[in-house]
C-alpha cells in the first residue's frame, strides 16, 4: 500500500487547479525555524527544475542552427565572384576595383580563396568569360572560335583555366595565347579556334570535357580605369562552331 505521503503527493501532482495555500497559524512563528515543505510543494517544486534545463537545451539548438546558417552563407558569398562591382560586357566579366583600395570586402575575402593576384588599377584589368556570346555555358566538348579585336593595350594574354583560376594539365604544354604568338589575318584581327583537337593556325587546347573559362588579361591598357565604357565591338566575340 501506497504511504499517505505518498498518496497526497500523487493526489497533489495529478490536480490541474492551482495549489491550496495552508492557512496561516495564529500563533506566532519563530523566524529560525526551517520552512514546512509539504507533499504537493515537493512535486511542483520537481516540475519547476526541469524547465531550465529545457530552455538550455533550446538555446543551444538555436546557436548551432544560427552558426551553421552563419558559415554557410559566409563560404556560398565568397566561392564565386560576387555581383558587386561586376562589369559585363557580352559574355566578358571585369572587376576594375579589384586591385584598388576600396575593393569590396566580399572580393576581397575571395580573391584571398585564389590562386593569383589582381592586376592593380594602373597594371590592366582582367576580363573573364564563362559563356559564348549565346549565353551557354562553355564546355570542352565544343569547338569555339575567338575571333575580333582587342583593346589597346601593352600586351595581352588569353588562357583557359577553370572556374578557380587553375590551368588544366593538358597533353600539349600550352594553356594559352600572348598577343606576341598570335598570328592575325590581314585585316590585323584575331582568330582564335578553341577545341580539344588540333587546329589550322591559331589554336587554343581546351579540357576533354566539363566547364571551363577564358581569361583575357591586359597590360598597360589606358581602359582600366573605365571599364564600364566599354563597348562590345572592341573585345574578341566567342561562337561555338559546332558541340556534339
Not at 20 to 31: E, G, K, M, N, Y
Not at 67 to 83: E, I, M, N, Q, T
Not at 88 to 117: E, F, K, M, S, T
Amino acid at each position: 500500500m501506497l504511504s499517505t505521503e505518498n498518496s497526497a503527493c500523487a493526489g497533489s501532482c495529478a490536480t490541474t487547479g492551482p495549489p491550496i495555500l495552508a492557512r496561516p497559524s495564529a500563533t506566532p512563528v519563530d523566524a529560525a525555524a526551517p520552512p514546512v515543505s509539504t507533499p504537493a510543494a515537493g512535486c511542483f517544486a520537481g516540475r519547476k527544475l526541469a524547465r531550465p534545463h529545457v530552455k538550455v537545451v533550446d538555446l543551444a539548438y538555436v546557436v548551432l542552427l544560427g552558426a551553421c546558417l552563419g558559415l554557410a552563407s559566409a563560404h556560398l558569398a565568397v566561392a564565386s565572384r560576387p555581383v558587386v562591382g561586376r562589369v559585363q560586357i557580352g559574355p566578358w566579366d571585369a572587376w576594375p576595383g579589384a586591385g584598388g583600395r576600396d575593393i569590396d570586402p566580399y572580393l576581397r575575402a575571395h580573391q584571398a580563396r585564389g590562386v593569383h593576384l589582381p592586376l592593380g588599377n594602373g597594371e590592366g584589368l582582367e576580363l573573364v568569360a564563362q559563356r559564348d556570346d549565346d549565353g551557354q555555358r562553355l564546355d570542352g566538348r565544343c569547338r569555339y572560335l575567338v575571333a575580333g579585336a582587342t583593346p589597346t593595350a601593352r600586351g595581352w594574354t588569353l588562357s583557359v583555366t577553370d572556374g578557380a583560376g587553375n590551368p588544366f594539365r593538358l597533353p600539349l604544354d600550352r594553356v594559352g595565347f600572348s598577343h606576341a604568338e598570335i598570328v592575325r589575318d590581314e585585316g590585323g584581327a584575331l582568330r582564335i579556334a578553341a577545341s580539344t583537337a588540333p587546329q589550322a593556325g591559331n589554336w587554343l587546347p581546351l579540357p576533354s570535357s566539363g566547364p571551363f573559362d577564358l581569361r583575357l588579361r591586359l597590360y598597360d591598357t589606358p581602359i582600366s580605369s573605365h571599364a564600364g565604357e566599354l563597348r562590345r565591338d572592341i573585345l574578341p566575340t566567342i561562337r561555338r562552331v559546332d558541340c556534339p
